[in-house]
C-alpha cells in the first residue's frame, strides 16, 4: 500500500485512498492472513499520512528497516475471535495456542483487541487490550507528608534523610546488560555474530 500511495503522491501531490481488499487478486496469500491485522495495518498508514500533512516535519511515512524489522500485528476482538482460557490463547486464523500468562485478568474486564510480536529472541509475546470502567476511588486525608529525591548512586532519599538503595540483583543486572550492551555495538550490523549477541540483550 505504501509503495502505491507514495508513487501517487510524487506523481500528483495527492493522497490516494487504497484498501487492503483491492491487493488480494494479485497477492492471493493475503486471503490466509487475518483481515481485522490488515484493517489495522492500514489505519496505521492513514494515521503516518495524516500527520504528514498536518505538520510534514514529522516526515514522510517510511518502509520497515530491513535489517531492523518490527515483526508484529494487531488484530481487533469481533465475535469472540480471541479469547483467553485457562493458559491458552485463541487467535484469527492461528486458533488456540498455550501461552505462559503473566498478569491476572480482573472480573468486568473486556477484551478489545491483541498485539502479537516477535522479539529479538524469537520468542512470540502478546499484548492483550482490555477495557473496563474506571473505579471511583476514596479520596483520603494524608496523616503525613514525605519528599522523595532520586539518587544515581542510591534508589532514592527522602526528606527526613534516610536512604534506600537499589536491590542488588538490580544493580547485578544493569552492569550485566551494559557489558552485553557494549559487546554488540562492536559486533558487524547484520552478521551472524551481531544477531547472536542481540538475542542475549533481549534476554
Known amino acids: 500500500m505504501l509503495a502505491e500511495k507514495k508513487a501517487y503522491y510524487e506523481k500528483t501531490g495527492k493522497n490516494l485512498s487504497v484498501t487492503p481488499a483491492r491487493y488480494k487478486s494479485e497477492f492471493p496469500w493475503l486471503k490466509e492472513v487475518d483481515s481485522l491485522a ?11 499520512y495524516k500527520n ?11 518502509f520497515k528497516l530491513k535489517k531492523k524489522p518490527v515483526r508484529s500485528y494487531t488484530t481487533n476482538c469481533v465475535n469472540e475471535n480471541i479469547a483467553l482460557q485457562n493458559g491458552r490463547l485463541k487467535l484469527p486464523k492461528a486458533g488456540w495456542v498455550h501461552i505462559r500468562q503473566h ?16 522479539e529479538a529472541d524469537e520468542r512470540y509475546y502478546v499484548a492483550l487490550l482490555y477495557s473496563c470502567e474506571e473505579p471511583v476511588n476514596e479520596i483520603r486525608k494524608a496523616e503525613s507528608v514525605i519528599g522523595l529525591d532520586f539518587s544515581m548512586k542510591e534508589l532514592y532519599v527522602d526528606s527526613n534523610g534516610n536512604h534506600a538503595a537499589y536491590p542488588h540483583f538490580f544493580s547485578k543486572a544493569q552492569k550485566k546488560l551494559a557489558r552485553e550492551q557494549r559487546k554488540l555495538s562492536h559486533c558487524e550490523l547484520g552478521s551472524n555474530r551481531y544477531k547472536k549477541q542481540k538475542k542475549k540483550v533481549a534476554r
Open 103 to 118: 498478569r491476572k485478568i480482573e472480573e468486568g474486564y473486556q477484551l478489545k483487541g491483541a498485539t502479537i510480536t516477535q
Open 52 to 62: 504528514f500533512f498536518r505538520d510534514d516535519s514529522v516526515g514522510f511515512p517510511k
Open 38 to 48: 490488515l484493517c489495522n495495518a492500514q489505519l496505521h498508514l492513514q494515521t503516518a
